[in-house]
């Protein structure tokens, strides 16, 4: 569930608000919310500060020892800078000697600053691209060396006695012969290793940037919030927002410490933050909803639970597997054991529950890394692939159905809840529709007279007015809007059933592709063996991006939307000392 919220001002003397705001730190309680833009003061170069401590982190490796920085942090990342640039100018300087390097390889050895003493000596030499064409040019008092060729092209050395025009192509002598091009690439390699090395021995302070960077972030955090406050002559001031059932601590501490306090319910325009409140079970949703990145706005709704019932039910039908619903649990479990660090274990836990719906669906349908004559499925209903769509179809209107319910309940008792009484009767009839035009089911007779009933309804009490008529007009507007897609929304669950038989199919190809190598000897042994082994682990992965592409979806888009949800919320993110 989503926390209620109380907006409060903490006002203390201007003299005192670092003092207020360290009290208010530890408390970890209180959103802010900043009055003035949080700028000034050393926030900008705090911020260039911190950024180069992350790039450096960044850089270093990761190893098991770690010492004390000693209060060498700055010379540390100064030095993890300075390596840092001088690698890449490195880098680009080599990329150039590589290419002058492959651009006159095929010349071979010699040495350009010879060549250029024998002028001194009245010995021109210079090298020119000659075609076999321009050949027939060359002039009588030149001595013509031809290197190598390519295609019609002739590389070319040409002597003369004196410095002449010449009617090709020159090329200007490179700084460094062949030899000293090869040496000069081992210094660049001997310093790539020299920068490595003491990249690794500064990475034993690591742990110790890490604080320095954390230290650094509450800093700038301090300072913003500081900042941010408001001032009234003497006085300053700061905003924000608390779980309303936490107001007595800050009132205490109010109260002791001689702050002045104003507490009151957020009002129509206010932006509270949003703070959800789960059982320890519907917590385990929790990572689905970070990795897609959606929060719920303080004013609507939390769908934790309703997203893990039916999100589980979704990846059950496009997993659908037992093999693969094993080899998701077992991952899961080997990777707690690794990550003990982890704190939070829900990713963990919700992969366990997801993984189980998918052995479940799989044993209904007899499906074990593909289909197999000698696996009898539980449930035989559900190898019949119309009784599986109509089941898609059921799922769809159920689900949205919910939604209305839901909605319903909020809106209650305003006449405006019975117009979603409506939509539950116009879906159902698009339900029995959709299995009559796809399925060749027989709609239900009665379902038409749902459908009239449900669709006035909607245009009666969508927005019910004094003046009948415009209230009518509204609710035909929105009734027409969203009748198709009504329709659209059930019709789109068939997903289920397409992208689960997809996996179904592509794991029984790989199958067929191993059955038909066989194993009549080693080498076809351990072609067939690596061909289940890549084949499946495909499936698995795409399995994988189709729950993010089409199980999250039907709950963000399909159910969200009828549910109204925006997803305009922000995060309960409390000014506190940080971990």
Known sequence: MIVRMKKITLITQSKDIDSVLESVRRLGLLHVEHENAPSGGNIAAL????????????????????????????????????????????????????????TWEEWGNFNPSLIESLKSKNIWVRLCKVSVQEMKNVPETVVLEKIFQKGNIFYC????????????????????????????????????????????EIAAYKNALRDHENNLSSLIEFSEVREGSGRFEKLSYIKGYLPADQIGIIEAVASK???????????????????????????????????????????????????????????????????????????????QKRLKAI??????????????????????TG???????????????????TNVQAFCFLIGVVQ??????????????????????????????????????????????????????????????????????AGIGTGLGDFLLKLVNSFADIVSYIRLF????????????FNQIAANIGAASILNGLLSVFVLFAGH?????LGILSILVHGVRLNVLEFSGRMDMEWSGTEYSPFKIKD
């Open 257 to 335: 410490e001689k702050w002045g306090i104003v507490t009151s319910d957020p009002g129509g325009n206010d932006i509270p933050p949003t703070l959800i409140k789960n059982s320890k079970l519907v917590k385990i949703i929790k990572p689905m909803f970070d990795i897609i990145g959606t929060i719920p706005g303080y004013r609507e709704v939390d769908i934790s639970p309703h997203f893990l019932i039916f999100f589980s039910i979704f990846f059950g039908m496009l997993i659908g597997d037992v093999g693969y619903g094993l080899t998701y649990f077992l991952i899961a479990l080997i990777a």
């Open 343 to 364: 704190k939070d274990k829900s990713i963990f836990f919700l992969t366990y529950v997801l993984a189980s719906f998918a052995i479940t669906w799989g044993l209904l």
């Open 400 to 469: 949205l159905s919910v939604a209305h319910i839901w909605k319903f309940l909020r809106k209650w008792p305003s006449l405006k809840a019975l117009s979603d009484i409506g939509w539950i009767c116009v879906l159902w009839s698009a339900y029995f529709l959709a299995k009559s035009l796809i399925l060749n089911f027989e709609f239900p007779g009665f379902m038409k007279w749902i459908f009239i009933a449900g669709s006035g309804l909607i245009i009666l009490f969508t927005n019910p007015v004094k003046n009948v008529f």
């Open 537 to 541: 682990t495909l499936n698995l992965g």
């Open 498 to 509: 397409a992208v689960g038989l997809a996996g179904v199919a592509i794991a029984d190809a």
């Open 157 to 200: 050395a040409i002597i003369s006695r004196k410095e002449i025009g010449l009617p090709f192509e020159t090329l200007a002598l490179p700084k460094m012969g062949m030899e000293e091009m090869l040496l000069e690439e081992k210094k660049y390699e001997k310093r790539f290793i020299e920068i490595e090395k003491r990249f690794l």
């Open 47 to 102: 911020k260039e500060k911190l950024n180069r401590v992350s790039e450096a982190i960044a850089v270093l490796p990761d190893i098991k020892n770690q010492a004390a920085a000693d209060n060498k942090e700055d010379s540390l990342i100064d030095e993890t800078m300075a390596l840092l640039d001088e690698k890449e100018t490195l880098i680009e300087e080599l990329q150039i000697l590589e290419r002058d390097m492959e």
């Open 367 to 385: 499906v074990f890394f593909g289909p197999h004559p000698w696996i009898k499925p539980l449930m035989p209903y559900f190898t019949d692939n």
